[in-house]
């Protein structure tokens, strides 16, 4: 079975603090997501990436970076964090670039910054 | 961007009961995933469709490419199938790698 493992369940940090939220798939999926929940507005795409050391911005991509060093690890990074990014982060991967490859998701980190 | 609808919002059956769920979209897509978030968080990808029907077990998920609208169906429904309910698309013209698009989820609470 497909793992993706986020690092934590929930976190906690204050405004202006540099947060960092790990993912880890263990299938050697080439694709893999980050995208934030928040009640009433579903799941949006935050950045993905389809290789090593390759990004691309979702849909609200500002105020956040993102980093991948290594195939099986995808980095999300809220550079100065804000009230405003409070919310449901969830990580995903997938195989290769076909439209029929189903996402696998993490757990899900719930941040709070205060 | 696709507009993705799903309807309703909130659910709430007695076990037993034959449920749907709905999802329409707004523009040509080449795949529709059906996933399950559970409370806690994590998310399961149920169905991945591109047409026609697939089942497994007791869920059924149906695809109308034309009407652009997909159907999730819970026969014999139990209060385990209580969760949230998503559709998402990947539409035919954008989006590198899998970019989805996702609907605001429909909320389903099965009493016992």
């Known amino acids: 079975d497909v793992k993706v493992t986020q690092s934590s369940r929930y976190l906690v940090k204050r405004t202006g603090e540099k947060v960092f939220l790990e993912c880890v798939q263990d299938m050697d999926h080439e694709n893999m997501f980050w995208y934030r929940q928040d009640p009433g507005l579903g799941l949006r795409l935050i950045y993905f990436s389809y290789d090593v050391k390759m990004k691309e911005k979702g849909d609200i991509p500002e105020g956040y970076s993102v980093s991948r060093e290594k195939k099986e690890r995808f980095s999300l990074i809220l550079e100065s964090a804000s009230t405003n990014q409070t919310s449901m982060y969830l990580c995903?991967?997938?195989?290769?670039?076909?439209?029929?490859?189903?996402?696998?998701f993490g757990d899900g980190t719930r941040l709070s910054i205060l | 961007k696709n507009e993705v609808e799903q309807s309703p919002q909130n659910l709430t059956a007695q076990e037993g009961e034959f449920i749907t769920i709905n999802c329409s979209y707004s523009?040509?897509?080449?795949?529709l995933h059906w996933l399950q978030q559970h409370p806690g968080g994590g998310i399961v990808s149920l169905f991945m469709?591109?047409?026609g029907k697939k089942k497994h077990g007791r869920l059924i998920a149906t695809i109308n490419i034309q009407e652009k609208h997909s159907s999730l169906h819970i026969t014999a429904s139990h209060p385990r199938d209580s969760a949230v309910y998503i559709c998402?698309?990947?539409?035919?013209?954008?989006?590198?790698?899998?970019?989805?698009?996702f609907g605001k989820g429909t909320h389903l609470i099965i009493q016992p």
């Open positions: 995903a991967s997938s195989s290769g670039q076909g439209a029929l490859q189903p996402q696998h």
């Open positions: 469709l591109s047409s």
């Open positions: 523009v040509g897509i080449s795949a």
């Open positions: 998402a698309v990947r539409s035919l013209a954008g989006g590198g790698a899998d970019g989805l698009t």
